[in-house]
């Protein structure tokens, strides 16, 4: 069974959304853009165990608070979903409820196209809908999922029940809270999920609770509680008749089994010694690696299942995220991940991952992240975490046309702030992500790539001719561009000659010279001139990425700098602070 589309209406803080999924799939986004609204949606439709929160949704759930308007109308919260993929139990057991999908077109067949259901493009399909509202009669909200097909007679649809839901095994993990109950016994909690799947009533509860009754405490009398006990009877006595009130003792507690259910935790080792504490005292990464062995083990028990899991990357090292990600898509029949990690970013081909926006109408929309046919997609997985997965999850990206260039201006904004922080930002402190095009020729199509993506685009290049001059200025939204031919004789001619030559002192003092460039070495007697020349030709020694930006990391004062590079960050900060002031 696999998520196909989702449509929201009127759901918290989004007015209204049309999201595709192909297959496994990552949803990325800004803050606040929706993508957890997205996941509580899905579980509105699927999870069984949400039907348990009385009531199901509250005010809060409704877009902009609005349950009720004066002129008497109930907005509805309203969730539509459709899945394919049905294994042969869900065909027969939802068999006079399905549909048929086109995946090419996109579209539900209509009455009159039964010949088109032999077509591959074509599958059986169940839609589903949640709806929610307040009632004015009973002044209180409800809400509950139906089939959406076959309307009544009277035009109602037929309840999609707690049993249905669980014939199509979704599980929604929520970041941090998964793990926190996972080995509880909570109802929900993936300990009480696989008992469910496994068909076991725990027999523990009754024999847990008569113990309890029959445990009396401090009956030591040297405690003295038992002595303020009596003295509580001596004083019954008084006023009702000797048999009321008798023999008072104290027990553990009056729990009953649900109660129970929010007290029982798994208690694990701390360590090599025999101390068991509650599984929560875990680290965080433990908890949550141990959270991906309880969803293999319900993956394995039931063979058909759809996760939606938060942030996965949480606590856990880049290794265990794609281990985990690997692991879940393999024992599932879709998994749905939110993240902000490179490394669960690159486990997934372009046009499985999906980047959603939302405009201040709370209407959010989604696209595919698709590539520009100049990468190859045999270049896709060595490139994608260094080039495009930080881009990708930032607002802002600053565009240079190579790693020289980069790393120079990362440097430079860095040391500047620690500066002047009043004048200049480090580029991650604005949330501007770098972005290597590779050459001056790659920005225009990568500008127009990142600002199809709603992004704001910033470069930075050394003189071009005119015509692509132009043709960066079209597709940019801020460009900055050098004097210079090359970024390394903009360093070389607007940097304070004297860190030039304590940048210099500093490579040979410390042995970083490099041996085939002793020729080049100049005398403490040397003119400015001299170090200059010697550092232009360590920098095309080393190709520029690394000692470019040592160089600008030894300036001590904000004048030091390449006046060039100086200007161009400090108005990048008034740019991206401007805008943000401004929304």
């Not at 008569?210 to 001596?234: F, H, S, W």
């Not at 959010?364 to 896709?380: A, G, H, M």
């Not at 020349?533 to 004048?559: D, E, F, H, P, R």
Request: aromatic share 8%; proline share 4%.
């Amino acid at each position: 069974m696999r998520i196909v589309y989702v449509d929201i209406k009127n759901f918290r803080g989004i007015s209204q959304a049309h999201i595709y999924f192909q297959g496994h799939t990552v949803v990325i986004g800004d803050n606040n853009a929706g993508k957890s609204t997205i996941f509580e949606a899905i579980d509105l439709v699927l999870g069984p165990d949400r039907l348990n929160r009385i009531p199901v949704i509250d005010e809060h759930d409704f877009f902009d608070g609005k349950y009720y308007l004066p002129e008497g109308i109930s907005p509805q919260i309203e969730i539509e979903l459709l899945v394919t993929g049905l294994t042969s139990d869900q065909l027969t057991k939802f068999k006079f409820h399905l549909e048929f999908w086109n995946h090419d077109s996109k579209q539900l067949l209509v009455q009159g196209e039964i010949q088109a259901t032999a077509q591959t493009n074509v599958e059986e399909a169940l839609r589903v809908k949640f709806i929610g509202k307040y009632s004015i009669e009973d002044d209180d909200f409800e809400g509950d999922t139906f089939f959406c097909s076959p309307q009544r007679e009277d035009a109602t649809l037929q309840k999609f029940g707690k049993g249905d839901k669980r014939e199509c095994g979704f599980l929604y993990l929520r970041a941090l809270r998964t793990g926190n109950r996972a080995l509880s016994m909570e109802r929900g909690s993936l300990l009480d999920i696989i008992l469910r799947i496994l068909e076991l009533r725990p027999k523990m509860w009754e024999h847990v609770l008569e113990r309890l009754r029959t445990t009396e405490v401090a009956t030591d009398p040297t405690l003295g509680i038992k002595g303020i006990l009596e003295g509580i009877q001596e004083s019954l006595k008084k006023f009702v008749p000797a048999d009321w009130g008798s023999e008072p003792i104290l027990r553990v507690s009056d729990l009953t089994r649900e109660h129970l259910r929010k007290t029982l935790t798994v208690f694990m080792s701390t360590g090599e010694n025999t101390y068991h504490a509650p599984f929560q005292h875990q680290g965080t990464g433990t908890i949550n690696t141990m959270v991906l062995a309880l969803l293999s083990m319900i993956a394995d028990a039931k063979q058909a299942v759809i996760f939606a899991m938060e942030e996965p990357e949480i606590a856990i090292p880049p290794y265990t995220q794609k281990r985990i990600i690997d692991s879940i898509r393999g024992k599932s029949s879709q998994a749905i991940f939110s993240s902000h990690s490179p490394f669960v970013l690159e486990e997934f081909s372009p046009e499985q991952i999906i980047l959603i926006r939302r405009n201040s109408s709370g209407i959010l929309s989604s696209q595919p992240v698709t590539f520009p046919s100049s990468i190859r997609p045999k270049n896709y997985i060595q490139e994608f975490r260094m080039r495009f997965s930080e881009a990708l999850l930032a607002k802002k990206v600053l565009i240079c046309e190579g790693a020289t260039e980069a790393a120079v201006y990362s440097t430079a904004a860095r040391r500047l702030n620690e500066l002047d922080p009043d004048l200049y930002s480090s580029l991650e402190g604005l949330g501007v992500a770098l972005f290597d095009a590779g050459s001056e020729n790659s920005i225009p199509s990568f500008a127009t790539y990142f600002g199809n993506l709603g992004k704001v685009v910033l470069a930075v290049c050394d003189r071009q001719e005119t015509d692509n001059l132009k043709k960066i200025q079209a597709t940019v939204t801020h460009l900055f561009v050098s004097t210079y031919k090359g970024i390394e004789e903009q360093i070389m001619t607007e940097t304070n000659p004297a860190i030039v030559k304590l940048y210099y002192e500093d490579l040979v003092t410390n042995g970083q010279w490099p041996s085939h460039l002793d020729r080049n070495k100049v005398s403490a007697t040397a003119s400015d001139n001299d170090y200059k020349t010697a550092i232009s030709n360590y920098l095309k020694g080393v190709k520029g990425v690394i000692g470019a930006a040592g160089l600008l990391a030894m300036c001590k004062q904000v004048s030091d700098f390449p006046i060039s590079i100086s200007t161009a960050l400090s108005e990048i900060k008034r740019i991206i602070e401007s805008a943000t002031e401004s929304v």
